[in-house]
């Protein structure tokens, strides 16, 4: 019920809430005040109505034993007279002095009547007369005072016997009293205070003997513990009589009823006066607030809002202004988001790249209508790692899984679907510090670089034929002597062997033999050399040493060393271990580079070459002393066609591929030069190669 209460206040607009909440703030107190005062007041009175009575009893009960209490003094006094006579004369007096005196007699031992003297009889006994009942006779021969039954006399009146006990000549003779109960009767109906209470007497047996009520009179009353009454009672402990004096609590708390009555007549009258006021109130401070939801509603739904105008000065006035400050400031700023909005697309939709937002639990929740192009509609609710990657499970080192890791930031993978051509995407993941919960915690970039990647195929390979383009004389020179000496040796032998020469022997044969398979050797090896480095491939992943790799390049540019006579300063650490990666490419990488220090030196330099391995990178190291770069050309040489040297002697390429190479190995390559000192470039690629390029 209160839940249904607090709901439906909840629900109701503002003016409700505060008519509502004057009323509640005007009558509670009021309530609570008259609740506390009749709390208190109840309990008191109570203690006041029960101590009256418990007064008026206790007066009552003393007057009827003190009257019991002088009738039994008389009857003693007049027991201690020993002569007849003097006796009935007594007695007579007694009941002219006494009104509640009926009968005074005498008895002997027996219980028999020897005197008497009767207000309404005659006064001779008769025969054998025996005046005591059965309860007084028991109690007659062990008690000093005897209390008899009520009983009725020959008129109907109510009448109670009495006795003294006393010793004469050592026998138990007794003074017996007839008293009339009238006089106690009326005594308790004139006590009746109000309408509200009433007073009766119990005898013994729990019958009523005086009440205010007649009809009740001679009734047995039950014992209950009536809890709707308010009453106390007082026992006459000789008599054995019951004096009870009683009044309803409806009665008794009448004046206090009355008196919250009509403080709820107030709480009524005070709760309409506040609720005017509250009704007031809460228009004067609630049309306001109403007019800012009414205008709030409206800024909410998207339209243009007016201007709320009030002459107040107070909180609400201040209220007004500052939503209309708002209202103001989010119309504007609305624009600026439409216009945002309507730029953000034509970038997400013109950027010619897959955008789509990707969930911790890899699902994705939105992609742009490129990236919707590139896969089939059935595949969209699939996890990222199968719908981008074609993978079973989340990709290796994924920033998803791996947020303290960046390498598969910018991964190049290979995606073919059906019988599609192969195409290579640039697979890039950017976490997102402000997204909403199940919205997307990542933003996917998905870039189609396979036109990129075949041109940069078309520029190494452009850059190995003009390489090979300079080095063709060197290539020529390089055939040239060995072929010359297989020639020299080839047709001296066939001389002397038409001549039939005896001074020709089978060892001289052989060593003709071996100079010639040696020449056709080299010959072999710079043709495989040349043919490797002027083949066009893609990247070949394999296990290669080092050492060979670097030797063959030597090998491409050894004629070039010899024109010029420069001194070759080869230090490959000992014990190198294999490499991991495409061999073809770092020897393009390091022809390149000693064919750039070869073209630094004029005459008789010096070009160095170092490999060692360090803290898991191997680290190649190419000096010269030559003429060095120029400050200004240091930011450019890595720039595509860019060249410092005379027409003829470069593309402009060189650089610009190796860069490409090495951070295809995941390694980096840095410039030191100075001008007239030489150049050193190092290249630094890591052990464990991480290719960026996925091979599926």
Not at 164 to 169: D, F, G
Not at 447 to 457: L, N, S
Not at 491 to 504: K, N, P, V, Y
């Given at each position: 019920m209160m839940k249904s209460i607090i709901h439906w206040l909840h629900s109701q607009p503002m003016r409700v809430k505060v008519l509502v909440f004057g009323i509640i703030m005007s009558t509670i107190p009021l309530l609570l005040i008259s609740y506390?005062?009749?709390?208190?007041?109840?309990?008191?009175?109570?203690?006041?109505?029960?101590?009256?009575?418990?007064?008026?009893?206790?007066?009552?009960?003393?007057?009827?034993?003190?009257?019991?209490?002088q009738i039994f003094q008389q009857a003693q006094f007049y027991s201690s007279i020993r002569e007849k006579e003097d006796r009935r004369t007594i007695f007579y007096d007694l009941l002219l002095k006494n009104s509640s005196i009926e009968e005074v007699v005498i008895t002997n031992e027996s219980g028999k009547v020897e005197e008497k003297v009767s207000r309404y009889e005659l006064n001779i006994p008769d025969t054998n007369e025996r005046w005591f009942s059965d309860e007084m006779w028991v109690a007659f021969r062990s008690e000093d005072r005897i209390y008899g039954k009520v009983e009725f006399n020959q008129?109907?009146?109510?009448?109670?016997?009495?006795?003294?006990?006393?010793?004469?000549?050592?026998?138990?003779?007794?003074?017996?009293?007839t008293i009339q109960l009238q006089k106690i009767i009326g005594q308790i109906s004139s006590l009746k205070q109000d309408n509200l209470s009433y007073i009766y007497l119990l005898d013994r047996e729990g019958k009523v003997i005086a009440h205010q009520d007649y009809r009740r009179l001679w009734h047995q009353i039950p014992d209950?513990?009536?809890?709707?009454?308010?009453?106390?009672?007082?026992?006459?402990?000789?008599?054995?009589?019951?004096?009870?004096?009683?009044?309803?609590?409806?009665?008794?708390?009448?004046?206090?009823?009355?008196?919250?009555?009509?403080?709820?007549?107030?709480?009524?009258?005070?709760?309409?006066?506040?609720?005017?006021?509250?009704?007031?109130?809460?228009?004067?401070?609630?049309?306001?607030?109403?007019?800012?939801?009414?205008?709030?509603?409206?800024?909410?739904?998207?339209?243009?809002?007016?201007?709320?105008?009030?002459?107040?000065?107070?909180?609400?006035?201040?209220?007004?202004?500052?939503?209309?400050e708002m209202s103001q400031e989010l119309h504007e700023k609305s624009l600026r988001l439409k216009q945002e909005k309507e730029r953000l697309d034509i970038v997400v939709n013109g950027i010619g790249a897959g955008l789509a937002l990707v969930t911790k639990n890899f699902q994705v929740t939105w992609m742009n209508p490129l990236l919707e192009g590139w896969i089939n509609k059935e595949e969209i609710k699939l996890p990222c790692y199968t719908l981008i990657g074609g993978m079973?499970?989340?990709?290796?080192?994924?920033?998803?899984?791996?947020?303290?890791?960046?390498?598969?930031?910018?991964?190049?993978m290979r995606m073919q679907k059906g019988k599609r051509e192969e195409r290579l995407f640039r697979h890039r993941v950017f976490p997102?510090?402000?997204?909403?919960?199940?919205?997307?915690?990542?933003?996917?970039?998905?870039?189609?670089?396979?036109?990129?990647?075949?041109?940069?195929?078309?520029?190494?390979?452009?850059?190995?034929l003009s390489a090979l383009g300079l080095m063709a004389s060197s290539f020529?020179?390089?055939?040239?002597?060995?072929?010359?000496?297989?020639?020299?040796?080839?047709?001296?032998?066939?001389?002397?062997?038409?001549?039939?020469?005896?001074?020709?022997?089978?060892?001289?044969?052989?060593?003709?033999?071996?100079?010639i398979k040696e020449n056709t050797d080299r010959c072999k090896r710079i043709t495989e050399n040349l043919l490797k480095f002027s083949r066009k491939s893609n990247w070949n992943v394999s296990h290669f040493d080092i050492k060979e790799t670097i030797q063959n390049s030597i090998s491409l540019v050894e004629y070039s060393l010899k024109k010029k006579k420069i001194l070759l300063d080869v230090s490959i650490q000992k014990e190198m271990p294999c490499m991991v990666g495409d061999s073809i490419k770092l020897m393009q990488v390091l022809v390149n580079l000693i064919n750039?220090?070869?073209?630094?030196?004029n005459q008789e330099g010096t070009v160095s070459i170092s490999a060692v391995q360090q803290n898991r990178r191997f680290v190649f190291k190419?000096?010269?002393?030559?003429?060095?770069?120029?400050?200004?050309?240091?930011?450019?040489?890595?720039?595509?066609?860019?060249?410092?040297?005379?027409?003829?002697?470069?593309?402009?390429?060189?650089?610009?591929?190796?860069?490409?190479?090495?951070?295809?190995?995941?390694?980096?390559?840095?410039?030191?030069?100075?001008?007239?000192?030489?150049?050193?470039?190092?290249?630094?690629?890591?052990?464990?190669?991480?290719?960026?390029?996925?091979?599926?």
């Open positions: 506390y005062y009749y709390s208190n007041v109840k309990p008191d009175l109570e203690a006041r109505i029960i101590s009256k009575q418990e007064l008026m009893l206790k007066n009552l009960t003393g007057e009827i034993e003190w009257e019991f209490n008129f109907g009146q109510p009448v109670m016997k009495i006795a003294v006990v006393y010793l004469e000549n050592g026998s138990r003779n007794a003074v017996g009293i209950v513990d009536n809890k709707e009454m308010l009453g106390v009672r007082e026992k006459l402990t000789d008599l054995g009589w019951t004096i009870i004096m009683e009044q309803p609590k409806t009665t008794a708390y009448e004046p206090i009823n009355e008196m919250f009555m009509k403080g709820l007549m107030v709480a009524v009258f005070v709760t309409l006066i506040v609720s005017l006021i509250s009704i007031y109130a809460g228009l004067y401070f609630t049309a306001p607030i109403i007019v800012l939801d009414k205008e709030m509603r409206k800024l909410k739904a998207g339209y243009v809002v007016s201007p709320i105008i009030l002459n107040r000065n107070d909180e609400l006035g201040q209220l007004s202004q500052s939503f209309n079973t499970t989340p990709c290796e080192n994924c920033p998803i899984t791996c947020p303290e890791r960046n390498e598969n930031a910018d991964t190049i997102l510090t402000h997204a909403i919960k199940g919205e997307g915690e990542y933003l996917l970039f998905i870039e189609d670089v396979t036109e990129e990647k075949q041109m940069e195929e078309k520029m190494i390979q452009t850059d190995k020529a020179h390089e055939v040239n002597n060995p072929l010359a000496t297989i020639h020299v040796y080839a047709e001296d032998l066939i001389e002397r062997l038409e001549q039939s020469d005896d001074a020709l022997d089978e060892d001289e044969m052989a060593l003709y033999l071996r100079k750039n220090s070869i073209d630094a030196i190419i000096s010269d002393n030559g003429c060095g770069i120029p400050d200004q050309d240091m930011q450019k040489i890595f720039d595509p066609f860019f060249t410092t040297k005379p027409v003829g002697k470069g593309t402009g390429l060189g650089l610009s591929v190796c860069y490409g190479i090495v951070e295809e190995f995941g390694g980096t390559i840095m410039v030191e030069s100075r001008i007239g000192k030489g150049t050193t470039v190092i290249v630094s690629i890591p052990a464990e190669t991480r290719f960026k390029e996925d091979k599926q």
